[in-house]
């Protein structure tokens, strides 16, 4: 599969068209925005903590494919995870795009992400939901 | 009778050969012979003699001007004179009116922070346009919070054309300066500026002009436009990148103070404060980058024997011809005017494609295209848009590359049709 048609997969296309878990909640635990001033893409993420783990997170996207399709996976893969676990995925994730390294490369619907590093201009697209993840769990955390 | 699909061939015939004879004279096509670079608002490329302006400076002239009496240093002060004379006279100024600058961004804040800045005060206003890059935005911004004044903008119609009666009455409410672009870096619009000027000469308002996207694909005369400022950059004009250049009316240069201090701008310095030297050296502190002024000066002369008019005239027939094939693509938007247009730059959206992506796609294609908001917030809110992907056309490009952007663009629009 050429590099172009391994980055707009199905999966992604399919995701961006048709973000999971869009919306807002009515009474978040917490909430962050994310912004990528260079290209306009922004991010609202909304997360309901219970007991530590998230039991709901929404999320809406004004940008690319990328960048929507990256909210909306991750928005799937973080539900019902705890806070450290989020947080060590959003690391991952983060590392694995910015490295190029295939952590994701056999696990989760994550791993259609890995051509993204071979698209450094696009890095940010794919990693914004998850830096603004990080912002709004960092906030609980302190 | 010749039938109008002939006389569009016989146009079309005619351009190529006139691209095909300037492609030779930029080295780019030789290191990428498929690429199709059409992002000249952003920078143009750069033709062989440029290039070798640059080498042909440090290797022959390389001294510091106006500081040696060796015959090295005065070749170069030289060197340096010469390209502010030949400016000058290709936009109707005298070198004296010609500051040397690193580009378009730092003559706007040199009009803002050497002239407007000691003039300005609370309740006063500075007049702008709805679709301002940010460079003329910011440098107005710094002085305004300063000096708690505020900033005014003339609206655009859905065209992106200036509102006439609102500019009017803006100008009779009597701004402290006038500050607009000449040609939109998204729009492609063409600013009425001698109305402007007319409208503000009554109301003794100073105007400055960013003219980033007009001095390489039109003929500029600051007489004519009857500007106070004119700022531009070389790059966007087949010059080097880091040099550009800031007229100013003589009438205003005793009202000029430092922008940057140090040497080369004074006259004498004492302990606790230094006279200045005579415009336009008092805003040129420090060493100028003069092989790079030798270039802008060699690039100016470049535009100069090919005709801008010429190239002007072969820059608005590919947009004619690219505006003509990209309004029958399904689900596109362009923005500006879609007749009579002045100047080669198209922006436009494609609906439930982003473009973000569909600038990836054609990169993919080897094309070049800027994608997002044109560091002009403004206009895209105007337009209600958060990006736009646009294209820029300059002397080297062809027929052939515009097909291949359309080509291109159905591609990407199958590649995202519904999944």
Same mark, same amino acid.
Request: hydrophobic share 35%; glycine share 6%; with cysteine.
């Given at each position: 599969?050429?590099?172009?048609?391994?980055?707009?997969?199905?999966?992604?296309?399919?995701?961006?068209?048709?973000?999971?878990?869009?919306?807002?909640?009515?009474?978040?635990?917490?909430?962050?925005?994310?912004?990528?001033?260079?290209?306009?893409?922004?991010?609202?993420?909304?997360?309901?903590?219970?007991?530590?783990?998230?039991?709901?997170?929404?999320?809406?996207?004004?940008? =690319?494919?990328? /960048?929507?399709?990256?909210?909306?996976?991750?928005?799937?893969?973080?539900?019902?995870? $705890?806070? +450290?676990? &989020? %947080?060590?995925?959003?690391?991952?994730?983060?590392?694995?795009?910015?490295?190029?390294?295939?952590?994701?490369?056999?696990?989760?619907?994550?791993?259609?992400? =890995?051509?993204? /590093?071979?698209?450094?201009?696009?890095?940010?697209?794919?990693?914004?939901?998850?830096? $603004?993840? +990080?912002? &709004? %769990?960092?906030?609980?955390?302190? | 009778?010749?039938?109008?699909?002939?006389?569009?061939?016989?146009?079309?015939?005619?351009?190529?050969?006139?691209?095909?004879?300037?492609?030779?004279?930029?080295?780019?096509?030789?290191?990428?012979?498929?690429?199709?670079?059409?992002?000249?608002?952003?920078?143009?490329?750069?033709?062989?003699?440029?290039?070798?302006?640059?080498?042909?400076?440090?290797?022959?002239?390389?001294?510091?001007?106006?500081?040696?009496?060796?015959?090295?240093?005065?070749?170069?002060?030289?060197?340096?004179?010469?390209?502010?004379?030949?400016?000058?006279?290709?936009?109707?100024?005298?070198?004296?009116?010609?500051?040397?600058?690193?580009?378009?961004?730092?003559?706007?804040?040199?009009?803002?922070?050497?002239?407007?800045?000691?003039?300005?005060?609370?309740?006063?206003?500075?007049?702008?346009?709805?679709?301002?890059?940010?460079?003329?935005?910011?440098?107005?911004?710094?002085?305004?919070?300063?000096?708690?004044?505020?900033?005014?903008?003339?609206?655009?119609?859905?065209?992106?054309?200036?509102?006439?009666?609102?500019?009017?009455?803006?100008?009779?409410?009597?701004?402290?300066?006038?500050?607009?672009?000449?040609?939109?870096?998204?729009?492609?619009?063409?600013?009425?500026?001698?109305?402007?000027?007319?409208?503000?000469?009554?109301?003794?308002?100073?105007?400055?002009?960013?003219?980033?996207?007009?001095?390489?694909?039109?003929?500029?005369?600051?007489?004519?436009?009857?500007?106070?400022?004119?700022?531009?950059?070389?790059?966007?004009?087949?010059?080097?990148?880091?040099?550009?250049?800031?007229?100013?009316?003589?009438?205003?240069?005793?009202?000029?103070?430092?922008?940057?201090?140090?040497?080369?701008?004074?006259?004498?310095?004492?302990?606790?404060?230094?006279?200045?030297?005579?415009?336009?050296?008092?805003?040129?502190?420090?060493?100028?980058?003069?092989?790079?002024?030798?270039?802008?000066?060699?690039?100016?002369?470049?535009?100069?024997?090919?005709?801008?008019?010429?190239?002007?005239?072969?820059?608005?027939?590919?947009?004619?011809?690219?505006?003509?094939?990209?309004?029958?693509?399904?689900?596109?938007?362009?923005?500006?005017?879609?007749?009579?247009?002045?100047?080669?730059?198209?922006?436009?959206?494609?609906?439930?494609?982003?473009?973000?992506?569909?600038?990836?796609?054609?990169?993919?294609?080897?094309?070049?295209?800027?994608?997002?908001?044109?560091?002009?917030?403004?206009?895209?809110?105007?337009?209600?848009?958060?990006?736009?992907?646009?294209?820029?056309?300059?002397?080297?490009?062809?027929?052939?590359?515009?097909?291949?952007?359309?080509?291109?663009?159905?591609?990407?629009?199958?590649?995202?049709?519904?999944?």
């Amino acid at each position: 599969m050429n590099s172009l048609l391994e980055l707009y997969q199905d999966t992604i296309i399919e995701h961006s068209q048709s973000p999971r878990r869009s919306g807002r909640l009515s009474a978040p635990t917490c909430s962050a925005r994310g912004n990528n001033p260079l290209c306009g893409d922004k991010v609202d993420l909304d997360v309901l903590l219970s007991n530590d783990k998230i039991e709901d997170v929404r999320c809406t996207t004004s940008g =690319c494919a990328i /960048s929507t399709a990256a909210a909306s996976i991750m928005a799937e893969e973080i539900f019902g995870k $705890t806070v +450290k676990e &989020a %947080l060590e995925t959003v690391d991952n994730f983060i590392q694995a795009l910015k490295t190029g390294d295939d952590t994701f490369k056999d696990t989760s619907e994550l791993k259609v992400f =890995c051509s993204v /590093s071979q698209y450094p201009t696009r890095v940010k697209c794919a990693t914004l939901p998850w830096t $603004t993840l +990080k912002k &709004a %769990l960092t906030d609980i955390e302190s | 009778m010749t039938s109008p699909s002939q006389i569009l061939r016989q146009i079309r015939t005619t351009a190529d050969s006139f691209s095909d004879r300037i492609r030779l004279d930029f080295p780019y096509l030789k290191t990428y012979p498929n690429l199709c670079y059409l992002d000249a608002a952003s920078t143009t490329q750069k033709p062989q003699c440029v290039i070798d302006a640059i080498n042909y400076y440090y290797t022959t002239s390389n001294a510091n001007a106006h500081r040696g009496v060796y015959m090295l240093s005065e070749l170069s002060s030289n060197i340096l004179e010469q390209a502010r004379e030949n400016i000058a006279r290709h936009i109707g100024a005298s070198p004296e009116e010609i500051i040397f600058t690193r580009g378009t961004t730092e003559s706007l804040n040199i009009v803002a922070q050497s002239f407007l800045r000691s003039q300005l005060s609370t309740g006063d206003t500075i007049l702008l346009s709805g679709v301002e890059h940010h460079a003329n935005v910011v440098p107005w911004q710094v002085i305004a919070q300063e000096k708690n004044s505020t900033i005014t903008y003339i609206p655009v119609d859905e065209e992106g054309n200036l509102n006439l009666p609102s500019a009017r009455e803006l100008i009779n409410q009597k701004p402290r300066l006038i500050s607009l672009t000449h040609i939109s870096n998204v729009l492609g619009t063409t600013t009425p500026i001698e109305e402007i000027v007319n409208l503000a000469q009554k109301n003794h308002i100073p105007v400055c002009i960013d003219g980033a996207q007009a001095i390489g694909h039109q003929k500029v005369n600051v007489r004519d436009l009857g500007c106070d400022f004119y700022a531009f950059s070389g790059h966007k004009a087949y010059g080097p990148m880091g040099v550009g250049v800031l007229y100013i009316n003589k009438k205003w240069h005793d009202q000029i103070s430092p922008f940057l201090g140090g040497g080369g701008m004074i006259e004498e310095v004492d302990l606790q404060s230094s006279s200045y030297r005579e415009m336009p050296y008092r805003l040129e502190a420090g060493t100028q980058s003069i092989a790079d002024i030798h270039g802008l000066k060699v690039a100016i002369d470049y535009l100069n024997s090919i005709g801008i008019e010429t190239i002007n005239s072969h820059e608005i027939a590919l947009t004619v011809y690219a505006l003509d094939k990209m309004l029958n693509i399904p689900g596109i938007n362009i923005l500006g005017p879609l007749k009579n247009r002045t100047a080669p730059i198209i922006s436009f959206t494609i609906a439930d494609l982003h473009p973000h992506d569909l600038a990836t796609i054609l990169d993919s294609k080897n094309i070049a295209v800027r994608a997002g908001h044109h560091c002009s917030q403004h206009t895209m809110k105007r337009f209600s848009v958060t990006a736009t992907l646009r294209t820029s056309f300059a002397a080297y490009n062809s027929h052939a590359e515009i097909d291949h952007l359309i080509d291109s663009i159905y591609y990407a629009k199958n590649l995202f049709s519904k999944k």
